[in-house]
């Protein structure tokens, strides 16, 4: 079985990936100014989400 992966999903998953992790070290804090730790939370969840289902959008099986 060979798999294929589309990089215009790839790439957009990997930088999302890249800005859920930035957001748990709190390094995006030098970037972008939260109102509270539950903004930053919903920010984390919803890269984390996005980079995951762009992550499995990526894969395809060859026919």
């Keep these: 079985m060979k798999i294929n992966l589309d ?3 790839f790439i957009p998953a990997v930088l ?3 800005i859920a992790y ?4 709190e ?3 030098n970037y972008i100014t939260f109102a509270g730790e539950a903004n ?8 984390a989400l996005m980079g995951i ?4 959008g990526s894969v395809s099986k060859s026919k």
């Design 7 to 9: 990089l215009k999903y």
């Design 16 to 18: 999302s990936l890249i």
């Design 22 to 25: 930035m957001t748990v070290n």
């Design 27 to 29: 390094t995006i804090d």
């Design 40 to 47: 930053a939370f919903g920010f984390f969840i919803m890269s």
């Design 53 to 56: 289902m762009l992550l499995i």
